[in-house]
């Protein structure tokens, strides 16, 4: 079976300070890992994906991720954050490129002036 | 290029009563899955159309069922709705059968008193 775990439902860090969401997965197959983020009363975006080429993957807004296998772990970082970041973010897992998409519980980025 | 778009945006039922939510795919997607999201909680899989048949199913019971059309527009029904039901119901739309490139609609935000 697969699982997600996102450690802290709640992250708020100052604007321009580094980002750092934290995605634990557990899988019997090797995984495909997604980011998404949702805006307030929106559906999701999605950020950037894992699909097992290489390890550190680039998405959009200046986001990435790298899978860590030993670690079993795909963390979300962003250099400095903006204002406009501030949104839910979810973790993804699913079961090759074909299986459904399972959902972590979402950590919500606060963004400081 | 239009994007995934469901309607009606929000919606107001009694416990006991029949939904129906509508989603339109992106231009040229022929899959459409379902996604139930709870407050606070990230969205969980309901069932996948691909070429106007079920394509699998989550831990939903049968009162959820769907419809995928010719033109690979859907529908998802649910009967005799329960309180728990009340939750944001997303429709996401890719070519083929693959996860790895989903597009969400902005969902329905349904209400269950």
């Known amino acids: 079976a697969q699982s997600v775990t996102q450690l802290g439902s709640h992250v708020s860090v100052s604007e321009g300070a580094l980002v750092l969401l934290r995605c634990n997965y557990s899988?019997?197959?090797?995984?495909?890992l997604f980011w998404y983020v949702q805006y307030p009363n929106q559906g999701l975006q999605l950020l950037l994906k894992y699909t097992s080429a290489a390890t550190l993957v680039k998405g959009i807004n200046g986001f990435e991720a790298e899978f860590k296998k030993s670690e079993t772990s795909f963390h979300l970082t962003k250099p400095s954050a903006h204002m406009s970041d501030a949104a839910e973010y979810f973790c993804?897992?699913?079961?090759?490129?074909?299986?459904?998409?399972?959902f972590g519980k979402g950590t919500k980025l606060s963004v400081k002036p | 290029e239009t994007g995934v778009t469901q309607s009606p945006t929000h919606l107001i039922k009694t416990r006991g009563q029949q939904v129906t939510l509508r989603c339109s795919s992106q231009s040229g997607h022929n899959t459409v899955s379902w996604y139930q999201q709870a407050l606070g909680q990230g969205p969980q899989f309901i069932f996948q159309y691909y070429r106007e048949e079920e394509n699998g199913r989550g831990n939903f019971p049968p009162r959820f069922s769907g419809l995928q059309f010719p033109n690979y527009s859907s529908e998802l029904n649910v009967n005799a709705l329960e309180l728990d039901d009340s939750a944001l119901y997303l429709c996401?739309?890719?070519?083929?059968?693959?996860?790895?490139?989903?597009?969400f609609g902005p969902g329905t935000r349904l209400l269950v008193l």
């Open positions: 993804a897992v699913s079961r090759g490129s074909q299986g459904n998409l399972i």
């Open positions: 899988s019997s197959v090797p995984p495909y």
């Open positions: 996401a739309s890719s070519f083929g059968q693959e996860q790895t490139s989903q597009y």
